[in-house]
């Protein structure tokens, strides 16, 4: 069976109002809770309408203005007034027996749901020219009242696409204006979803603004399953994130595992770092990140958290993501395959690099070892002796710049028997794997 490949092209189908009874099996919720689900939704649509280039504005940490410019197919003047009405969409049809397929979906957004949820709170247009149209049309709602499509000048770069406006966003629900944060918080949890999101389509460019000032620039990548993934994550998550982590690419029955796993001498006070997403889709899952822990056990204490980039993608029936509302958890028709594949290939991976340790910490040692270096010539045969030495380490083992040799706390036993002394439990380096620190010495 085909996997989901967030990369591939789908074919547009024309909105359509979806039957009640499918209606009635979408998960309800609240959908824009906060101006980053807003702007989650809208960069999804992008996405999904086929956009290479999605260029986001923010005023006022999206309480302002939140513009969404992309050059997708854009949406025929015809369906405007379909985009905003509720349980309309163009990503789910009804088979040949009348029945909507919830559990094979291949796009971000299923439900027909989002455009009339930040319609009904705030000031929303929508300008657009459909691939292949002369002309460009626009639509308003304002609280839920929709204007009749009329004519609208087109500036944008591309062919065709969509430019879809918020403005005064819970205007029509002051209730809900008292639960924001500070316009600098709210623009935080933006640029987080902007970022999750630009994890996921390398293929594609974003640009974020915030109050005039472009805070964000990815640029497109080639090959965005291999190198380009690299890149952008390293263009998201610092130079760091690479060198200090282990790629992974296992499959196993019709789920594939890839992405990177960070190296235990990597790792952060908060689970904020682990980045995951089931075919192109972030989430927040907590059957995945019970496996990570999992895997990462024997490595480290248990206030440390492992950083990770990892991409599930699995044949769309073998996950159901109509969970959420904010359709950020999903739930695994095979939760042990699925964990069992976690568990072993980051275990796997894990063990093979257990000698190495991230270059930060290394570098920091690496200071410490150089200082020992000339101009004091009589410490020299000392640092050979040392770099000697470490050849002879065994592997799990690292050596202390005084030439003391312990053993790696990579283990867990002997993690939890630092432990039992009362020591520091988060990982030391180990100099195995720094060869600089080596030939820096002699
Ligand atoms: N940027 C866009 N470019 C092209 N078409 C769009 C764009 N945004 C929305 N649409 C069209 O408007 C429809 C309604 O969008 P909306 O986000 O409300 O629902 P959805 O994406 O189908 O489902 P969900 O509520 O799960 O996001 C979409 O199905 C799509 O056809
Ligand atoms: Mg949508």
Redesign the pocket.
């Known amino acids: 069976m085909l996997l989901c490949s967030p990369f591939e092209a789908r074919i547009a189908m024309p ?1 359509r109002r979806l039957p009640p009874e499918a209606v009635n099996r979408i998960a309800a919720g609240e ?1 824009i809770e906060r101006p980053a689900a807003a702007v989650k ?2 960069v ?3 996405l ?2 086929g ?1 290479k280039r999605i260029h986001v504005r923010i005023e006022r940490g999206g309480l302002g203005l939140i513009s ?1 410019e ?1 050059d ?4 025929p003047r015809d ?1 405007l007034p ?3 009405e509720r349980h ?4 789910l049809a009804a088979g040949a027996s009348g029945d909507v397929d919830l559990l094979n979906i291949h ?11 930040i319609g009904a709170v705030a000031r929303l247009s ?1 300008t ?1 020219k459909a691939r292949g149209a002369a002309d460009a049309w626009m639509i308003e709602v304002e609280g839920g009242a929709l204007q009749p499509p009329k004519p609208a000048p087109w500036a944008a770069l591309s062919e065709s ?2 430019r ?1 406006e918020v403005r005064d966003l819970f205007f029509a629900t002051p209730a809900r204006l008292k639960f924001m944060k500070s316009e600098r918080a709210e623009m935080m949890a933006v640029s987080e979803v902007i970022k999750r999101l630009a994890m996921a389509r390398p293929d594609v460019a974003f640009v974020l603004e915030h109050d005039s000032r472009v805070s964000l620039r990815l640029a497109a990548e080639a090959d965005p399953e291999n190198e380009g993934r690299r890149a952008r994550l390293a263009a998201i998550l610092g130079a760091e994130f690479a060198p200090n982590c282990i790629a992974l690419d296992q499959t196993r029955t019709d789920v594939r595992l890839s992405g990177f796993a960070g190296l235990p001498t990597f790792s952060r006070g908060t689970r904020e770092h682990q980045h995951l997403f089931v075919n192109g889709r972030p989430v927040k899952d907590k059957l995945i990140v019970g496996a990570v822990r999992a895997a990462y056990q024997d490595l480290l204490a248990r206030d440390r958290h492992p950083v990770a980039a990892l991409f599930l993608d699995l044949p769309p029936s073998d996950v159901d993501v109509n969970v959420h509302p904010a ?1 950020t958890e999903v739930r695994f028709r095979d939760a042990s395959l699925v964990r069992g594949l976690i568990v072993g290939a980051l275990s796997h991976a894990l063990a093979g690099a257990g000698h190495r340790a991230s270059t930060t910490t290394a570098q920091s040692a690496l200071g410490a070892v150089r200082a020992y270096e000339a101009p004091q010539p009589f410490l020299r045969p000392a640092l050979q002796a040392w770099g000697a030495a470490e050849e002879r380490l065994a592997p799990g083992d690292f050596m202390m710049p005084s030439g003391r040799v312990e053993s790696s706390p990579f283990t867990g036993e002997v993690l939890s028997a630092a432990k039992r002394r009362g020591a520091s439990a988060s990982p030391s380096v180990s100099f195995a794997d720094s060869s600089p620190a080596r030939g820096g010495a002699r």
Do not use: H, Q
């Open positions: 909105i959908v939704e809208l999804e649509n992008a999904d309408a956009a969404i992309d997708g197919g854009g949406i369906e379909l985009a905003v309309a969409t163009s990503k796009t971000m957004g299923f439900r027909g749901e989002a455009l009339p949820s929508i657009s696409g969509a879809v359709k």
